[in-house]
């Protein structure tokens, strides 16, 4: 009994959680939508010299750490996606996709607070240390107590 109450809430908030990620995203992609527009209209598309002190190393570095940021930060919404979606379908949260979307997500988020305090540093001089890092450390040591709690749920179903 106690069992499905868990199960129950757990998909209940997963299916909360799911909806409230997707409405964030699309709130987050319109904010840009007006911002952009204006810029175009007022001179955005206007040519000109990109950061005149930079080196082209710092540009290239620039925009490389920029591709990796972007890039953990897609891995982490679609990592968080997969496991609201998993979570929402009622199955055992002890298991080896959970596991790993947990620890997709971790990693993502320290090399995004990686790439993020780069671009600050070749931007501005400065490096401002978040706590993203700290969150995904939190997220790989759930990940590992997930993965635990896969085999003695594994162990626990073959001695049934």
């Known amino acids: 009994m106690e069992i499905t109450k868990l199960t129950s809430k757990i998909r209940n908030i997963s299916r909360i959680s799911v909806i409230g990620v997707i409405a964030y995203i699309v709130y987050y992609i319109y904010t840009y ?4 527009k204006a810029g175009w209209i ?3 598309n206007e040519s000109e010299e990109a ?3 930079k080196s082209d190393w710092q540009v290239i570095l620039y925009v490389l750490a920029a591709f990796v940021m972007l ?5 982490t919404i679609v990592a968080a996606l997969k496991l609201l979606f998993r979570m929402s379908g009622g199955a055992s949260p002890f298991t080896e996709k959970v596991s790993r979307s947990l620890k997709n997500m971790g990693v993502a988020l320290i090399v995004f607070e990686v790439t ?6 070749i931007d501005a001089g400065t490096v401002n240390i978040g706590t993203i890092w700290l969150a995904g450390l939190i997220l790989y040591a759930f990940s590992l107590v997930f993965r635990y709690g896969a085999v003695l749920q594994k162990e626990s ?3 049934l």
């Not at 993020?116 to 540093?121: E, K, T």
């Open 33 to 36: 939508f007006p911002d952009a």
């Open 42 to 44: 007022d001179g955005w």
């Open 51 to 53: 950061w005149p002190d």
């Open 71 to 75: 890039t953990a930060l897609i891995i």
């Open 116 to 121: 993020w305090d780069l671009l600050n540093y």
């Open 157 to 159: 179903d073959e001695t």
